[in-house]
């Protein structure tokens, strides 16, 4: 394979992951944006998506857009159930306490997905046949194209929603000022309470789309999670641009890094990216200097 | 003396009492390794308890600086045939160096980035660990590490080294202690409960806060030393993720940010796997569900509900 060869494939595999970090990485600017808290279950979303999907198309028999829809439903639900059933219930209101709310769920779900999953991985099956396509010397499957598609259009929906829906707009309220927001008569708990189902259900459209790659297993979302979370800071945390350039930048990187340095450390360039980011630009790159300094 | 300072050494002092008499009831070797172990956790959650409670930060990684502390003492002292005790002093000083690495860029940030960065810090140790085989023993573990020894006695039995890691872990919780009542601790108290007038009144905000971290990592670090020392073999499983998350519950558990608070849930939450053997399969389960009851309806765990208890009346957002 030659050089240009090579690369190409790297880009292609760099995007592909790189576009569900980026669904991962959204799913964690919507929840700040509207709660200023991190969540750490959003990693857990994504391995409920691969899970729910393995189950409804190995195990019920259902049509792949069946399947897809009740597992976006079914992952919006959990994450709806998130905010309701944890920390709407809770009695302190430090950001601290409600945080680790959330890093208390993501293991109480690893555990229920453990219990009825169990610990092997799973194989889902890809959206299509995997007749290898060809480009610029590259090889690839059609689940790559499918994960790039149907991330595009989730941003693309997302864009709609938030800019053009009345329920967009009123949580876009809610994120800039949630007192004011209230006074004009927006509904503040419901906007939180949608902003964890959409975290939830594109958390679990991540999930769908990368474990035909990956595998699914009841802890497949931490890593891939954390990745998020490394490109949602890339990109300057809170910002849904910066989100998806982000995504896209770490996973070209990681891809080019595993390629042309070395396989065997290649999760652990996210991690190094992240505390270079923090250390020398922590607004993020895209960022308008959100994250101040103390 | 002050009253506070008059009741922590009575504390203080019925502790050592009960650690030098429990020796006198338990004369099955079992258990002296349980308390053994109950005492290094006490050690670990102290440090992250200074944390949490003078910084407002979690620490995610606490297991990492524990197998930091663990595997540079052992390689040091078995590889490279160095004296335990300078291979001690030498791993606290690679935990310390690698807390200010993590620390410094995210400490300076408002918000709560250390936890995510000391999330990915434990699991790079955990890929580093089991990549380098040649030098750490890979999933297997490393064993034949040399115990520590005093006066020219090995500490090898239970016995033994119980004497030593209990002394530790008192001594660790007198350090914090005096942490707390100096002015570092006064003005990190301060910023936790006013950011902006601490920084006016000159508090060093971000210097506190990674001397804060630097220390707390230091006592999980040597801590892990010990525990390396004590059991001679030590594998990559005993100091990933889900053991930082396991340190935190005893930080909730027992009430985030007192001091013996963190000792309560070290001495609450150690001995339950050892005592429940079908709990392993029903672990995550029951630790998540423990903390996020206990974070929902008891954010100040044990120690709050004694205050409570004491005060009777419900206690205020601390």
Same mark, same amino acid.
């Given at each position: 394979?030659?050089?240009?060869?090579?690369?190409?494939?790297?880009?292609?595999?760099?995007?592909?992951?790189?576009?569900?970090?980026?669904?991962?990485?959204?799913?964690?600017?919507?929840?700040?944006?509207?709660?200023?808290?991190?969540?750490?279950?959003?990693?857990?979303?994504?391995?409920?998506?691969?899970?729910?999907?393995?189950?409804?198309?190995?195990?019920?028999?259902?049509?792949?857009?069946?399947?897809?829809?009740?597992?976006?439903?079914?992952?919006?639900?959990?994450?709806?159930?998130?905010?309701?059933?944890?920390?709407?219930?809770?009695?302190?209101?430090?950001?601290?306490?409600?945080?680790?709310?959330?890093?208390?769920?993501?293991?109480?779900?690893?555990?229920?997905?453990?219990?009825?999953?169990?610990?092997?991985?799973?194989?889902?099956?890809?959206?299509?046949?995997?007749?290898?396509?060809?480009?610029?010397?590259?090889?690839?499957?059609?689940?790559?194209?499918?994960?790039?598609?149907?991330?595009?259009?989730?941003?693309?929906?997302?864009?709609?929603?938030?800019?053009?829906?009345?329920?967009?707009?009123?949580?876009?309220?809610?994120?800039?000022?949630?007192?004011?927001?209230?006074?004009?008569?927006?509904?503040?708990?419901?906007?939180?309470?949608?902003?964890?189902?959409?975290?939830?259900?594109?958390?679990?459209?991540?999930?769908?789309?990368?474990?035909?790659?990956?595998?699914?297993?009841?802890?497949?979302?931490?890593?891939?999670?954390?990745?998020?979370?490394?490109?949602?800071?890339?990109?300057?945390?809170?910002?849904?641009?910066?989100?998806?350039?982000?995504?896209?930048?770490?996973?070209?990187?990681?891809?080019?890094?595993?390629?042309?340095?070395?396989?065997?450390?290649?999760?652990?360039?996210?991690?190094?990216?992240?505390?270079?980011?923090?250390?020398?630009?922590?607004?993020?790159?895209?960022?308008?200097?959100?994250?101040?300094?103390? | 003396?002050?009253?506070? +300072?008059?009741?922590?050494? &009575?504390?203080?002092? /019925?502790? *050592?009492? %009960? !650690?030098? @008499? =429990?020796? #006198?009831?338990? $004369?099955?070797?079992?258990?002296?390794?349980?308390?053994?172990?109950?005492?290094?956790?006490?050690?670990?959650?102290?440090?992250?308890?200074?944390?949490?409670?003078?910084?407002?930060?979690?620490?995610?990684?606490?297991?990492?600086?524990?197998?930091?502390?663990?595997?540079?003492?052992?390689?040091?002292?078995?590889?490279? +045939?160095?004296?335990?005790? &300078?291979?001690?002093? /030498?791993? *606290?000083? %690679? !935990?310390? @160096? =690698?807390? #200010?690495?993590? $620390?410094?860029?995210?400490?300076?940030?408002?918000?709560?980035?250390?936890?995510?960065?000391?999330?990915?810090?434990?699991?790079?140790?955990?890929?580093?660990?089991?990549?380098?085989?040649?030098?750490?023993?890979?999933?297997?573990?490393?064993?034949?590490?040399?115990?520590?020894?005093?006066?020219?006695?090995?500490?090898?039995?239970?016995?033994?080294?119980?004497?030593?890691?209990?002394? *530790?872990?008192?001594?660790? @919780?007198?350090?914090?202690?005096?942490?707390?009542?100096?002015?570092?601790?006064?003005?990190?108290?301060?910023?936790?409960?006013?950011?902006?007038?601490?920084?006016?009144?000159?508090?060093?905000?971000?210097?506190?806060?990674?001397?804060?971290?630097?220390?707390?990592?230091?006592?999980?670090?040597?801590?892990?030393?010990?525990?390396?020392?004590?059991?001679?073999?030590?594998?990559?499983?005993?100091?990933?993720?889900?053991?930082?998350?396991?340190?935190?519950?005893?930080?909730?558990?027992?009430?985030?940010?007192?001091?013996?608070?963190?000792?309560?849930?070290?001495?609450?939450?150690?001995?339950?796997?050892?005592?429940?053997?079908?709990?392993?399969?029903?672990?995550?389960?029951?630790?998540?569900?423990?903390?996020?009851?206990?974070?929902?309806?008891?954010?100040?765990?044990?120690?709050?509900?004694?205050?409570?208890?004491?005060?009777?009346?419900?206690?205020?957002?601390?």
């Amino acid at each position: 394979m030659s050089g240009a060869e090579q690369l190409s494939q790297f880009l292609i595999s760099g995007l592909t992951t790189g576009a569900v970090y980026a669904l991962v990485a959204l799913g964690f600017c919507l929840i700040y944006n509207t709660t200023h808290i991190v969540n750490f279950a959003q990693g857990d979303f994504l391995s409920l998506g691969g899970l729910l999907l393995y189950s409804l198309l190995a195990g019920a028999g259902l049509a792949l857009p069946l399947a897809f829809a009740l597992t976006v439903l079914g992952t919006a639900l959990v994450g709806a159930a998130l905010e309701r059933l944890a920390l709407r219930q809770a009695r302190s209101r430090e950001v601290t306490v409600l945080i680790f709310i959330t890093v208390a769920a993501s293991v109480l779900l690893r555990g229920v997905f453990k219990e009825i999953w169990g610990k092997q991985a799973l194989a889902v099956p890809s959206f299509s046949p995997e007749t290898p396509l060809r480009l610029l010397g590259a090889t690839f499957t059609p689940q790559n194209l499918w994960v790039v598609g149907i991330t595009l259009a989730a941003i693309a929906g997302l864009g709609w929603f938030f800019n053009r829906t009345l329920t967009g707009k009123a949580m876009r309220a809610v994120a800039i000022n949630p007192r004011a927001a209230a006074l004009m008569g927006i509904d503040v708990e419901r906007m939180l309470l949608y902003s964890f189902a959409l975290a939830g259900g594109l958390g679990g459209v991540a999930g769908m789309l990368i474990t035909p790659i990956t595998t699914a297993s009841y802890a497949v979302g931490v890593i891939i999670g954390l990745k998020g979370f490394a490109a949602a800071v890339l990109g300057g945390y809170g910002s849904f641009v910066g989100a998806v350039a982000g995504g896209l930048g770490l996973g070209l990187l990681e891809s080019l890094g595993a390629g042309l340095l070395s396989s065997a450390y290649k999760d652990v360039i996210a991690f190094v990216v992240l505390l270079l980011v923090l250390f020398l630009r922590p607004q993020g790159l895209l960022g308008r200097g959100e994250a101040a300094r103390v | 003396m002050t009253r506070g +300072g008059r009741i922590f050494a &009575l504390q203080l002092a /019925a502790l *050592a009492l %009960a !650690v030098l @008499l =429990l020796p #006198l009831l338990v $004369g099955n070797p079992y258990h002296l390794n349980v308390l053994n172990v109950m005492a290094l956790m006490v050690i670990v959650v102290t440090g992250l308890n200074l944390l949490i409670g003078f910084a407002g930060h979690i620490s995610l990684g606490h297991a990492a600086f524990f197998g930091l502390g663990a595997y540079v003492s052992a390689i040091l002292s078995a590889t490279y +045939g160095l004296n335990p005790w &300078l291979a001690l002093l /030498a791993a *606290a000083a %690679a !935990v310390a @160096l =690698l807390a #200010l690495v993590i $620390g410094l860029p995210t400490l300076r940030l408002a918000g709560n980035y250390l936890v995510m960065a000391t999330l990915g810090g434990n699991l790079i140790f955990t890929t580093v660990v089991l990549q380098m085989d040649q030098l750490t023993g890979g999933p297997s573990g490393f064993s034949g590490i040399p115990p520590l020894s005093l006066f020219g006695r090995a500490i090898v039995d239970d016995q033994s080294f119980y004497w030593l890691v209990w002394a *530790a872990a008192l001594l660790g @919780l007198v350090v914090a202690r005096n942490l707390a009542q100096s002015r570092v601790g006064r003005g990190l108290r301060a910023l936790k409960d006013a950011p902006a007038a601490a920084a006016a009144l000159g508090v060093d905000v971000a210097r506190y806060k990674t001397g804060v971290f630097v220390i707390s990592a230091l006592y999980a670090g040597l801590a892990g030393s010990l525990h390396a020392h004590y059991f001679g073999i030590i594998a990559p499983k005993s100091f990933d993720i889900f053991v930082s998350v396991e340190l935190v519950t005893m930080c909730l558990v027992g009430g985030m940010g007192s001091l013996w608070g963190g000792f309560l849930g070290a001495a609450f939450l150690t001995p339950l796997p050892q005592v429940l053997h079908v709990f392993e399969e029903y672990k995550d389960i029951f630790y998540g569900g423990v903390l996020l009851a206990l974070l929902i309806y008891q954010p100040h765990g044990l120690a709050g509900l004694w205050a409570r208890l004491r005060a009777r009346r419900p206690l205020e957002s601390a």
